[in-house]
């Protein structure tokens, strides 16, 4: 099982993404996994955008600050979040308690 990672300046982990959902929202969990649903669909990169944009607002950081390892295909996919790692990682358990 996967675990997240936090770095100096940053924070990493898995997501699962529902493309094409009734709801927006980040929060529970998939596996080992933190659940990202989007509304839009997964074509030409919109569920990536949306991914970015849900992520950035449940963290509270920047889009710019939010990056998708590019290599991460399907609905599984790596994120890396840029910011001060304790207030990340407290967030990040706080959404994976979530449903």
Sequence with gaps: M???SAAPSGFSFWIHVSPRARREGVGGR??????VAVRAAPEAGRA???CVAALAEAFGVARADVALDPR???????VRIEGDTGLLQGRFEALAKAD
């Design 48 to 50: 990536n955008a949306a």
């Design 72 to 78: 991460s295909t399907g609905r599984r996919k790596h």
């Design 2 to 4: 996967s675990r997240p």
């Design 30 to 35: 998939h596996g080992d996994a933190l659940r």
